[in-house]
């Protein structure tokens, strides 16, 4: 399988993703945005992952890469490709979908619950998971789920942490594809954003709780990729 990444910052990487990839002996491409904007054409992807970053989807006029990014995703989805979105990633995908991504009332930083909304369209694809749940969170911006989409995840302060819609495009709020090392550079790179909050967990509390969860986390990414591949 041929899967094309796109990247908004060198900080957010595919994480486990990339050793999901290998381990099947799938071909990886990047778009990586910080460097340049280049896409491949659409026949040459078969999956189409989306991943983070700092970035509102509105923020078109900041970042002159938004809207063509836009329009190739569109351009992926109309021709029938499987995508996949992670937090900004997922994002995107709603406001192509039709759907409105703006502020949450309250950002949501480091190890927090999230619950699995059970229901007949997302068996197939969620019914490894438990009912709950602990992932890594880093966002401040939330969607409105799109018109005809399936809610599969909900956290207390997030309503819409994930959907599938049509069996084709997915999108995921929260971070199955975290890594020790990925971890690092968000708390790096994003350490002004640890402020004293409801949902916004200190810098020492995330490093020193993320080997209780990485390895689960990362094996529910696995299970949900493998299904959503075989939707």
Not at 88 to 117: C, F, H, M, R
Not at 209 to 230: D, E, I, M, P, W
Request: aromatic fraction near 12%; glycine fraction near 6%; proline fraction near 4%.
């Amino acid at each position: 399988m041929r899967i094309h990444f796109i990247q908004h910052v060198a900080f957010e990487s595919p994480g486990f993703l990339l050793e999901w990839a290998e381990q099947h002996a799938h071909t990886i491409s990047f778009s990586r945005m910080y460097e340049q904007v280049n896409f491949p054409a659409v026949q040459d992807v078969d999956l189409l992952i989306i991943m983070g970053g700092p970035m509102g989807v509105y923020e078109e006029n900041k970042y002159h890469w938004l809207k063509p990014e836009k329009e190739f995703i569109r351009k992926v989805i109309d021709n029938g490709k499987k995508v996949l979105g992670i937090c900004l990633g997922a994002q995107l995908l709603a406001e192509v979908l039709g759907s409105k991504v703006y502020p949450n009332v309250e950002k949501e930083i480091g190890w927090w619950p999230v619950q699995t909304i059970r229901h007949e369209k997302a068996d197939l694809l969620t019914g490894d998971l438990p009912e709950i749940f602990t992932a890594f969170h880093w966002h401040g911006d939330t969607f409105d789920l799109p018109k005809g989409a399936v809610h599969l995840f909900r956290t207390d302060i997030c309503h819409n942490q994930g959907f599938i819609f049509n069996e084709q495009v997915a999108g995921l709020q929260f971070h199955l594809e975290a890594t020790a090392p990925l971890i690092d550079q968000m708390l790096h790179h994003g350490r002004s954003e640890l402020v004293i909050a409801r949902y916004i967990e200190p810098e020492t509390e995330i490093r020193d709780t993320a080997h209780q969860y990485l390895g689960n986390t990362n094996r529910y990414l696995n299970s949900f990729v493998n299904n959503f591949l075989k939707l």
